[in-house]
């Protein structure tokens, strides 16, 4: 076992899992939302994510699975570990309830807009507290997918933790304004937005614990499946929350542009570091 390489892939999942904390800041600290750039820095991070999926993640996937069967064997046990991400993300995401849902994001300016007549309705609470739940519910496969391609590949883990780091970002306004109003204290909301950030590397720790203790450490068939499986998640998490969240944000147009430079910055990437 080769700790060094835990430590990265543990310290990649705590930067992405804590930029929650970063989008509570700026809910309190910032009078308004630049949209354009928060539509083209989403749009940026499902390019990236999208790109590195389908290009190198599923390719590592097959070239994993081609060290013990034939190409065409190889191929079907990528998509079946695609699929099966993108299904267990999903049921992640259809578990939640829609409207504790972490891709209703807010903007700042929700802050100023949302009725003063549910400050006084303790549902609100409740409200603020189990999106902070729902929100760590929503990260914890992320952790994983994030902690095993760092594990596996740190060349392409790093733009994977950048991408989900500013996507986690506006999930942190999510959770901060409803329990703002809700209490009246600012600190209460950062700290419950911060830790609802702490899920994804608890979810590298879970993947870590069913790698090195369960299975017994990596090899071509766990490669296989964890490559195709974080692929399927980062594929299926673009289209479903970054895309509609950019467009929801600024114009559709932006968010494009960000989908595009998204891809050719992480194309780009992938040549300089062969």
């Known amino acids: 076992m080769n700790f060094d390489n835990v430590i990265f892939a543990f310290g990649l999942t705590l ?37 590195v999926s389908l290009v190198e993640i599923f390719q590592k996937s097959v070239l994993s699975f081609s060290e013990l069967y034939s190409l065409k064997i190889s191929n079907a046990y990528t998509l079946i570990s695609f699929f099966g991400g993108i299904f267990v993300i999903a049921l992640v995401d259809k578990l939640i309830p829609s409207y504790e849902n972490p891709h209703e994001i807010r903007s700042i300016e929700d802050i100023d807009k949302v009725d003063k007549d549910l400050e006084k309705n303790r549902k609100l609470a409740r409200m603020g507290i189990f999106s902070a739940l729902a929100i760590a519910i929503h990260n914890f496969p992320e952790g994983i997918a994030t902690f095993t391609a760092g594990l596996a590949d740190p060349s392409v883990a790093l733009p994977i933790a950048f991408a989900i780091a500013i996507h986690n970002i506006p999930e942190g306004i999510a959770v901060s304004v409803p329990i703002y109003y809700a209490t009246g204290n600012r600190k209460k909301a950062f700290i419950l937005s911060f830790l609802s950030g702490l899920a994804e590397p608890v979810g590298a720790l879970f993947g870590f614990l069913i790698i090195y203790f369960i299975v017994g450490g990596i090899n071509p068939n766990i490669s296989g499946i964890m490559f195709g499986a974080v692929a399927g ?14 467009e929801e944000h600024g114009e559709h147009h932006i968010s494009i542009y960000g989908l595009v430079s998204g891809m050719a910055v992480m194309g780009l990437s992938l040549i300089l570091f062969m």
Do not use: Q
């Open 15 to 51: 930067f992405a899992g804590l930029a929650t904390g970063i989008g509570s800041a700026l809910a309190f600290f910032t009078k308004r939302t630049n949209t354009k750039f928060l539509s083209f820095s989403l749009g940026f991070s499902a390019g990236v994510m999208i790109y």
């Open 233 to 246: 998640i980062m594929v299926f998490i673009s289209l479903d929350e970054l895309l509609p969240t950019a």
